[in-house]
């Protein structure tokens, strides 16, 4: 079990295709073993050994791989990787990292790699080594310091299963982009939440309160600023008002300001277009635990209805 950079966020990687290792990766971040794992490749001809890979997958794959893009697959008939990676769904999520240390990990381990984000269950996503050596540092056997990951928020997560694509999770290719290559997405339904387990209400929380949509800093507040009209003294995502830099500063700067003492943090407007939409689906999620104070695991969306079938066997055992 490692954790390594990516150009999205740190993972905590291992060998996707075997039970006990991937069961120590639920169990060292705290996740419920329903959530299911990515499953990090090279490319499209190492997906298409575990997935069904379809023209869709194939299409998508050339314009954005290696990249941010997570592809959501039916597995194939007798594919080795662990039914722990997929939480006892059919399918898959793969994807291909676009980082060197990424890509030369997967080859030197000779087997595609299942790598949540290298956080503790429901916190902040890391984007620098320390941040993982702060939270998980003596769960873990090793962090590989490729320095800061230059894209900073996770990948986006599409699911080619159905006629249209749909968008399970906003992420590093935004929605702009995946339409100007494959055409319409299928619109989101209260019930689409149920094919993306992890798409929890209440995530990446800070440990401090989180205010959104804030003109200033309230006394006592941290205040993370968003372009040129942001006061001098905030943390200011991005001077210019550019998304892909905000995108790159916002999990490090959200680690930074809860470290600073006092009453919580305050987040500026960010528009919602573009990197916007998961810069804003991040936020919502990290200030939704303010509405409950409960263990992050019982904090299921509503609109999932029942859980994810779970036919997995208890973690525990390893
Ligand atoms: O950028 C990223 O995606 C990072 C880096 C390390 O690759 N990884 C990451 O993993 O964000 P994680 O585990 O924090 O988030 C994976 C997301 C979850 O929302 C999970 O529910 C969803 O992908 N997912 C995984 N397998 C799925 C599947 N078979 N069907 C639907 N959603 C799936
Ligand atoms: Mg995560």
Known sequence: MVAFPTETVYGLGADATSDPAVARVFAAKGRPRFDPLIVHVKNSSMAAVDTEFNDKAAVLASAFWPGPLTLVLKRKAGSRISQLVSGGLETLAVRAPNHPIAQELIDMAGCPIAAPSANPF??????????????????IDMIIDGGACPV???????????AFPAILRPGGISAEALEAIVGPFATPTKTSALHSPGTLQRHYSPVRSLRLNAHAALPGETLIGFGPDAPADSLNLSPN???????????????????????????????????GRAINDRLRRAAARNDSESDPGDDWNDERGPQAPCILPDIEEY
């Open 152 to 162: 900073g928020i996770e990948s986006t997560v599409v699911d080619v299963t159905g």
């Open 241 to 275: 008002g550019d998304l892909t830099e905000a995108a790159a500063n916002l999990f490090a700067f959200l680690h930074a300001a809860d470290r600073h003492d006092g009453d919580g943090i305050a987040v500026m407007p960010i528009p919602e277009a573009g990197l």
């Open 122 to 139: 429901g916190r902040i996503s890391p984007t620098l080594a320390r941040h993982v050596v702060d939270a998980l540092g003596s769960n």
